[in-house]
Nanobody
Framework: QVHLVESGGGLVPAGGSLRLSCEASGSILSINPMGWYRQAPGQQREFVARITAGDGLIYTDSVKGRFTISRTKNTVSLEMVKMKPEDTAKYYC???????????WGQGTQVTVSS
């Protein structure tokens, strides 16, 4: 089993910065990707960024150039700069197990960007 705990959310003015972290425990393999998703009120959860083995990085278009994902084996971080009000959402950490095709989620951390 995998357990994910996010931290680092908060309130930031537009143009500001935040760093989210997610610590994973359990059966964590570096080959399995970790990433971040977000969900705004009334919206579906959407993909933000993912990091795979070998430092493969994928970002949704709206955050390219502003967000940076990084990872140690058991921790994934999301550095967010030049933040916009539309970045406001609850951010969720994700771990995907290729072998079992299972997704694990954290409890989420709220990010609010004021205009």
């Amino acid at each position: 089993q995998v357990h994910l705990v996010e931290s680092g959310g908060g309130l930031v003015p537009a143009g500001g910065s935040l760093r989210l972290s997610c610590e994973a425990s359990g059966s964590i393999l570096s080959i399995n990707p970790m990433g971040w998703y977000r969900q705004a009120p009334g919206q579906q959860r959407e993909f933000v960024a993912r990091i795979t083995a070998g430092d493969g990085l994928i970002y949704t278009d709206s955050v390219k150039g502003r967000f940076t994902i990084s990872r140690t084996k058991n921790t994934v971080s999301l550095e967010m700069v030049k933040m916009k009000p539309e970045d406001t959402a609850k951010y969720y950490c994700n771990y995907h197990d290729y072998y079992s095709e299972s997704d694990y989620w954290g409890q989420g951390t709220q990010v609010t960007v004021s205009s």
